[in-house]
């Protein structure tokens, strides 16, 4: 392998999680392609076409030219509409059609990992004609396939990979914005600390202080007088994170201990996914 150390990890964790996924999906019928997942507005086969699609940005394929429907009652953004541009070309694909461009695009993106001799630092094309390192776009595409991965596995019954490589790019992605969520977006009150404990396949205990500017930072010290403490499993964290689920619909997995006007405040901004 020739990809730099601090990109290994996130190929390592890209390559499981993707070829979960062309081993979950390879013997669906084709009904199967049409199921729901939990993300919105997304099919099985949405899904696989997502991340063919996000593959072959990753390989430097020209994106396809294409009108969207303007009934897409998911898409709400600009961002959701380039994002779903790769998803509603493929809608009326086949499974055996699915299935084949996925394996394609898997080999041509392994062999690229393969041959990867670019630095970090390397400033790549991001969605939406941005810009982006390297180091983030690998990591961001580790996070989404695993993402994904659990989405299919809802959808088709098949739990399973939530401690894989990719649930710890998933966790380290996610509290990455957390102190944001709790200083900015729930508005926590200066001079507080909130604890999450989180149990299950993936275990944390962190704590995000927000200091009398208001600032956020996160640590692995207990706080001995947090404001409130939330409580749950690794697999209802990451639902709610990703906005796969509002928080009423898994209150009976979450404990919360202290403020539960914050807690809740905090619950509400929890989705951090587009």
């Not at 009108?67 to 998911?74: A, G, T």
């Not at 790019?169 to 977006?185: E, F, G, H, M, S």
């Not at 202290?258 to 989705?271: H, P, Q, S, V």
Request: charged share 25%.
């Amino acid at each position: 392998m020739t990809v730099h150390p601090s990109l290994q990890p996130y190929a390592d964790a890209w390559t499981h999680s993707i070829e979960a996924i062309s081993e979950l999906v390879q013997p669906l019928v084709e009904g199967e392609w049409n199921r729901a997942t939990p993300c919105p507005g997304w099919s099985v086969r949405d899904i696989v076409s997502h991340i063919i699609g996000m593959e072959c940005e990753m390989l430097g394929d020209p994106r396809p030219i294409h009108s969207l429907p303007r009934d897409l009652y998911h898409v709400r953004s600009d961002f959701a509409r380039y994002m779903e541009m790769q998803v509603d070309v493929r809608r009326h694909h086949t499974g055996p059609e699915m299935t084949a461009e996925l394996e394609y695009t898997l080999i041509r993106r392994a062999r690229q990992l393969r041959n990867e001799n670019r630095s970090p630092d390397t400033l790549i094309r991001a969605p939406l004609g941005a810009e982006q390192s390297l180091e983030l776009a690998y990591r961001m595409r580790a996070f989404d396939v695993w993402c994904h991965e659990q989405d299919l596995r809802t959808a088709l019954g098949r739990p399973g990979n939530l401690d894989s490589p990719g649930a710890y790019v998933a966790r380290d992605n996610l509290l990455t914005v957390l102190p944001r969520v709790v200083a900015k977006d729930a508005g926590a009150p200066p001079n507080t600390a909130v604890v999450f404990d989180v149990h299950g396949p993936v275990e944390f205990l962190r704590t995000v202080r927000v200091d009398a500017e208001g600032r956020g930072s996160i640590d692995g010290a207990p706080s001995l007088g947090p404001a409130a403490t939330i409580a749950m499993d690794w697999e209802t964290y990451v639902r709610l994170a990703c906005g796969r689920v509002r928080p009423a619909a898994v209150a009976g997995q979450v404990k919360v201990e202290g403020d539960a006007e914050l807690a809740a405040a905090i619950l509400g901004a929890f989705a951090v996914t587009p």
